[in-house]
């Protein structure tokens, strides 16, 4: 009985030491050779996301309920219907506003404005979302079986939400804008001064996330629009992020920094579109 | 066997509490924050059976997390894995009637894994401001876990403890072959 006592304690240390190096080691493998292990990602998503598409589509089903009484269902249906439109009119909308903006004032620089008017786009519901609590990354309902790749663009409302990082059969991983470790390259609207839009968890908090590296000399004011630039390579050109607040000088004083509010409402988003062009496809594009 | 059908069992716990998370939790947020439901789990199963269950079900939770929504394979599951074991040490006072200190742990694991995060994700990126992360993510995080937790723990307790019906009541087959005569090694590596 001593002896097997003994072998316990040893082993329960042992596990944990052995699980501790399994993981520094997993850690370094990563690291290093990020793409070595997405095999097993993909394998488990496979298997979670079947049950997590039932279980959203429970609780939205519940939700419903919980919502408005029975009889008023058909309403309900309807509003989902007529949401879901206005969500793609108002991506339309802003689209054609660009491109009537880009028409009067810059007809001779950009005529090939707004690809992504006439590109393929699928819609997919949100199905699971970062377990910590934050809007940084959020798993939808359609993958590869439905033409879905990585670096593929994910819009809603009318504005840039983020971008495919991870494909599964049929599922996809996105990375909201306003994660830590997204940058995405933009421009002002009517000046078309370029800057950097970061995510910031923390800042999200209030409101916003980062702009940075705007040119000292840059003409830029309070609610410019700013648009993903066309120097991009994994953002199409001319997709609304938000509108820039703030502007101050970055206390390196090489250029400036401000505040942007992105157009979509990342608390509550439930479905979002995807465009099926990726921007290494738009060859000829100038 | 106890071993196999435990293990199944468990695997069976930290699939639900993985998809509680991902897909219910994040649907109920307060504050913002969603309750750690994996590690109200990891907790509890070191507090009721030990070590050595507390650093399983932590490396699978966390490895779970990684899979799918970790950047570096292993991060989460190091810090389940040393939640599981520290809380593990509780084992020594448990008791399967006392509720009140479970929270106690649940909350003590809770506070250890954000400290933790601090540290891997915004100490060592350069983000000093303890106070924000303190009073914006963990005492929040830790307040609702342990909230959940009072519901959660009575039914993984009320689970462990059919489960221990069920050895017993194998266990009590095994004596009767004993009794018979029949291979009395096979008892004493049971124990």
Known sequence: ?286 | MMIIIKAIIILIEIIIAYLLQTSVFTELRLADVVPDILMILTASLAYIFGKKTGILTGFVSGMLIDCTYGSLIGLYALMYTVVGYVAGYAHKVYDENDYTLSFFIVGGSEFLINLMYYILFYFLKGDLDLGHFLVRYLFPRVIYTVLISIILYRLINMNNSLFYRLSKSIKKEKRVTVFNGFNVDDDRQDI
């Open chain 1, 1 to 286: 009985m001593g002896r097997v006592k003994k072998n316990f304690t040893i082993s329960s240390k042992m596990i944990f030491t052995v699980l501790v190096i399994l993981c520094v080691a997993l850690i370094i493998v990563s690291y290093l050779f990020a793409d070595l292990l997405s095999p097993v990602k993909t394998a488990v998503g496979n298997f979670f996301v079947p049950m997590q598409k039932g279980i959203a589509t429970v609780s939205s089903g519940i939700s419903d309920k919980l919502r408005i009484f029975s009889d008023k269902q058909d309403l309900i249906e309807e509003n989902d219907r007529l949401t879901e439109e206005i969500n793609e009119l108002k991506t339309e909308m802003q689209i054609l506003i660009h491109q009537e903006y880009e028409l009067t004032w810059y007809r001779d620089l950009y005529e090939n404005d707004s690809v992504y008017q006439n590109a393929e786009k699928v819609a997919a519901r949100i199905i699971s979302r970062n377990p910590n609590g934050s809007c940084d990354m959020f798993v939808i309902d359609k993958g590869e079986e439905d033409g879905i790749k990585r670096d593929m663009n994910v819009l809603a409302g009318g504005g840039l939400v983020g971008i495919i990082t991870d494909v599964g059969k049929n599922w996809a991983k996105v990375r909201t804008i306003i994660a830590d470790d997204s940058s995405v390259s933009g421009r002002f609207q009517p000046t078309s001064d370029t800057c950097i839009v970061k995510g910031n968890l923390r800042r999200m908090d209030d409101g916003y996330i980062d702009v940075e590296m705007i040119n000292l000399n840059a003409e830029v004011y309070d609610n410019y629009e700013v648009l993903t630039s066309y120097i991009s390579d994994k953002y199409l050109p001319g997709i609304l992020i938000g509108y820039v607040t703030n502007i101050q000088k970055d206390p390196s004083e090489l250029n400036k920094r401000a505040y942007l509010t992105p157009v979509v409402d990342f608390e509550h988003l439930e479905a979002v579109l995807i465009v099926k062009t990726l921007r290494e496809d738009l060859e000829g594009f100038e």
